[in-house]
């Protein structure tokens, strides 16, 4: 599981769109657990319709309590 600012994933959208793209492939990608820098986070790939794929930013994983306004 990874959870995102929901502004950030509009903003990532936005840009996806922005750049001319209709599609994009979003993955999981787990935790590396051997070095702390790196956290779990969804990578997105646009896709041209040509054969080409466009790496985009990852949005990485926050560590938010359900409760978080009440916090």
Do not use: R
């Not at 599981?1 to 990532?12: F, R």
């Not at 936005?14 to 956290?39: C, F, H, R, W």
């Not at 896709?47 to 009440?70: Q, R």
Request: charged share 30%.
């Amino acid at each position: 599981m990874v959870i995102v600012k929901t502004t950030d994933l509009l903003k990532m959208a936005q840009d996806i769109l922005d750049s001319g793209y209709e599609y994009v492939e979003m993955n999981e990608v787990e935790a590396d657990k051997t070095d702390a820098e790196l956290p779990a986070c969804i990578s997105f790939d646009a896709y041209d319709g040509h054969g080409v794929c466009v790496d985009f930013y990852e949005l990485e994983h926050l560590d938010i309590s359900p409760t978080y306004k009440e916090d």
